[in-house]
């Protein structure tokens, strides 16, 4: 029977999923000191090994070859910085893109053995990340009091700073070339540019702002949604709180004790089940939004600066081609440092960046000459 083409192309993409996530977790297991966590990460990189096995399969009983299909250069870039400057510097990205991935196999019908797994291992992975060290937890308290992981990795300063960063740097690049096009002087170059970053850099800060507060309104969505399920389903919960006090570090009989022990009071139940499975903490829920406003404003001025600061010391086409050059290289590394949360190819990402920043620039330059030519 032959297999359609759209599910040979679904079987290679989930493929190269579970290859890059069996790379990555051994390369996490192999940087990590922690016995119990070093554990950890071998087990995970051993599930992932079976997922990609199932789909390996798949594609061998269609005739196809998967032996091309190694990790992708996020993975080699994340493995790489987990190797030198440890696991926990690269486990916040991880455990975000793995819980944005952890449904992907909910609307594949040949897939739902693994869809539990992947869901698993997102709450497993979060768990991971909270963990300070082994040391045992003996209370109910102790566990509602353990370390807020996300509070410095919720990834709002993360996502605040990559975004402000591209969207100062695209929009003041063409903001300049639009001028420069126009045959405007130095001067008058300059007086735009920083113009156009106080603007940008105070609407970024406000619209940062507007995103984390209505993110907070959806963590309180959330956590209202765990208060029913702890309700309606307290044995499911308590068992899921088991599993990643396991992936903490304590023992599995000790893990049970101690989920039962808070499952014994409700508002104690909520909190922990809040933090330790939906990541927020109830305190914060989700990170302040001032906090995003002004890093968001602090990286969009940074973005802004690097095609105007050329113009500090070159004139005419100097001063352009040296900005376009700085720009160009500002949005390639930009494009790379994007890949590796948004789970895209590192070049394609780069070479996007480049490509889109530069087209854009090239028609406001276009038409800041058309209107300078009209206007003299």
Known sequence: MDIPKADIARFRDNLKDEIDGAALYAALSAAETDPVRKDLFLQLSQAEAEHAAFWRDKLTAAGISSDNIVPGIRTRILARMARRFGPRFVLPT??????????????????????????GHASVLHAAVAGGSAAPITTGADIARAERWHRGTSGNDL?????????GLVSNFCLIMGIAGAGAANATIL?????????GAFSMALGEWLSVTNSRELAESQIAREKEELE?????????????FQAKGIAKEEAQRVAAQIMSNKETALDTLVREELGIDPAELGGSPWRAAAVSFAFFTAGALIPL??????????GIMTSIGVSAFALFGLGIVTSLFNGRNAWFSAARQVVIGCVAAAVTYGAGALLGVSIS
């Open 191 to 199: 007086l735009t540019g920083f113009a156009g970053l106080l603007a």
């Open 94 to 119: 991880i455990a975000a893109a793995e819980s944005a991935g952890q449904s992907r196999y909910a609307s594949q019908p040949d897939a739902q053995a693994l869809a539990a797994d992947e869901r």
């Open 232 to 244: 309606q389903t307290p044995e499911a919960e308590q068992k899921e709180l088991a599993l990643i």
């Open 309 to 318: 600061l050329p113009f500090l010391w070159l004139k005419g086409p100097a």
């Open 159 to 167: 996502r605040a700073a990559v975004l402000g960063a591209n969207d």
